[in-house]
């Protein structure tokens, strides 16, 4: 079979090493499955002048292809980056150019198919305003609807659901029982994804008794540690900041975790984080924003809370997602991930794409 030469346009800096969210963490074990068949090159943004291609163990070649700047990248989905001519050459003879939550606003004859973790961003709605793209491919089956209620009926939507490597994220032993409830925020410690509803919980478990500590990362476009420190101060709610993880330390650290945080505010398109914790067999609470309320059947380890639940009454659901949650996540909740969720079925889902098109 013929190689495809793939181009991925990925608009941040794109280190295999230091994927920080999950639509990177998603596109670095993409481009390395299709590599296995593939000729694949990935095109991102740059500070400052480019820098040359470092050789690396990643199977694809990394390439500097346009600049960073004020260009409105969180604004704009739809969108023309400013080539370097080594990139635009990339561009013009590939024979699949794919994009992670970004379309190109360019012509081209090459088939396109975008990558969109979710939709309710303002680049999203530029993505599906435009529809410049032969495939659209979600994570999930919520996010096809979402897309289908914006854009209408487009049998150009496929849904390849998010995948994580099991072998990997797996238990490894279990707590000791005489230390602090560790609650974790493994996603940035942003608003958005529920810091201070986090720290209010952590503040309840305290007041009601139980020594808890809340467990964050210092990532480098989420709150400063000052700023962190200062919003858990005023929720009176003990706080740790480690340094920020590379993935393959991730599982330790959920599995040293008693309880996954998932209580912010956005809309997740999938909830990579959640399943990643449920098969290290640490249970997640979640106020079921998006498709946290239908990644998992009931008593898999992944419970759901009423967000207007008073803080006090959130911290008894949080007890009991603890008590019971590690068994669930070990007896059903892995299997089910392991079946459904699992890194090779991503992967032959997305060559098999790469074949058709």
Same mark, same amino acid.
């Given at each position: 079979?013929?190689?495809?030469?793939?181009?991925?346009?990925?608009?941040?800096?794109?280190?295999?090493?230091?994927?920080?969210?999950?639509?990177?963490?998603?596109?670095?074990?993409?481009?390395?499955?299709?590599?296995?068949?593939?000729?694949?090159?990935?095109?991102?943004?740059?500070?400052?002048?480019?820098?040359?291609?470092?050789?690396?163990?990643?199977?694809?070649?990394?390439?500097?292809?346009?600049?960073?700047?004020?260009?409105?990248?969180?604004?704009?989905?739809?969108?023309?980056?400013?080539?370097?001519?080594?990139?635009?050459?990339?561009?013009?003879?590939?024979?699949?150019?794919?994009?992670?939550?970004?379309?190109?606003?360019?012509?081209?004859?090459?088939?396109?198919?975008?990558?969109?973790?979710?939709?309710?961003?303002?680049?999203?709605?530029?993505?599906?305003?435009?529809?410049?793209?032969?495939?659209?491919?979600?994570?999930?089956?919520?996010?096809?609807?979402?897309?289908?209620?914006?854009?209408?009926?487009?049998?150009?939507?496929?849904?390849?659901?998010?995948?994580?490597?099991?072998?990997?994220?797996?238990?490894?032993?279990?707590?000791?029982?005489?230390?602090?409830?560790?609650?974790?925020?493994?996603?940035?410690?942003?608003?958005?994804? @529920?810091?201070?509803?986090?720290?209010?919980?952590?503040?309840?478990?305290?007041?009601?008794?139980?020594?808890?500590?809340?467990?964050?990362?210092?990532?480098?476009?989420?709150?400063?540690?000052? @700023?962190?420190?200062?919003?858990?101060?005023?929720?009176?709610?003990?706080?740790?900041?480690?340094?920020?993880?590379?993935?393959?330390?991730?599982?330790?650290?959920?599995?040293?975790? &008693?309880?996954?945080?998932?209580?912010?505010?956005?809309?997740?398109?999938?909830?990579?984080?959640?399943?990643?914790?449920?098969?290290?067999?640490?249970?997640?609470?979640?106020?079921?924003?998006?498709?946290?309320?239908?990644?998992?059947?009931? &008593?898999?380890?992944?419970?759901?809370?009423?967000?207007?639940?008073?803080?006090?009454?959130?911290?008894?659901?949080?007890?009991?997602?603890?008590?019971?949650?590690?068994?669930?996540?070990?007896?059903?909740?892995?299997?089910?991930?392991?079946?459904?969720?699992?890194?090779?079925?991503?992967?032959?889902?997305?060559?098999?794409?790469?074949?058709?098109?």
């Amino acid at each position: 079979m013929k190689r495809k030469r793939i181009c991925l346009l990925h608009v941040p800096v794109f280190n295999p090493a230091r994927a920080i969210g999950g639509a990177e963490v998603i596109a670095v074990d993409v481009v390395r499955w299709l590599s296995e068949e593939n000729d694949v090159t990935v095109l991102h943004g740059f500070l400052g002048e480019p820098a040359e291609p470092t050789a690396t163990d990643y199977p694809a070649e990394i390439v500097p292809g346009f600049r960073l700047g004020d260009h409105g990248f969180k604004q704009l989905g739809h969108i023309r980056p400013d080539f370097t001519a080594a990139a635009m050459e990339t561009v013009t003879s590939a024979d699949v150019i794919m994009s992670v939550e970004n379309s190109l606003d360019m012509p081209t004859p090459t088939a396109r198919v975008v990558l969109m973790g979710g939709v309710g961003y303002p680049h999203t709605h530029d993505i599906m305003r435009h529809r410049s793209w032969d495939r659209l491919v979600v994570p999930s089956s919520m996010v096809a609807r979402q897309v289908s209620e914006a854009v209408g009926s487009n049998p150009q939507v496929t849904v390849i659901e998010n995948g994580i490597d099991t072998n990997l994220f797996s238990p490894n032993g279990d707590r000791p029982d005489s230390r602090p409830l560790r609650l974790l925020i493994p996603s940035r410690p942003t608003l958005d994804k @529920g810091f201070a509803r986090a720290a209010e919980l952590t503040s309840a478990l305290t007041a009601a008794g139980y020594a808890a500590t809340l467990v964050i990362f210092d990532q480098p476009d989420g709150f400063s540690q000052e @700023g962190l420190r200062g919003l858990a101060a005023e929720s009176a709610c003990d706080v740790e900041i480690l340094p920020w993880q590379p993935r393959s330390a991730m599982p330790g650290i959920y599995c040293d975790a &008693d309880l996954t945080l998932c209580l912010g505010t956005a809309v997740e398109g999938f909830g990579l984080v959640a399943a990643e914790s449920v098969a290290c067999g640490t249970p997640v609470l979640s106020h079921s924003g998006g498709f946290l309320k239908e990644m998992l059947p009931a &008593d898999h380890g992944l419970y759901h809370a009423d967000p207007a639940l008073p803080a006090w009454q959130l911290a008894q659901e949080a007890l009991s997602a603890v008590r019971a949650g590690r068994r669930q996540c070990q007896q059903y909740g892995r299997p089910y991930i392991e079946n459904r969720y699992s890194l090779r079925r991503m992967g032959e889902q997305f060559t098999d794409l790469m074949r058709a098109l």
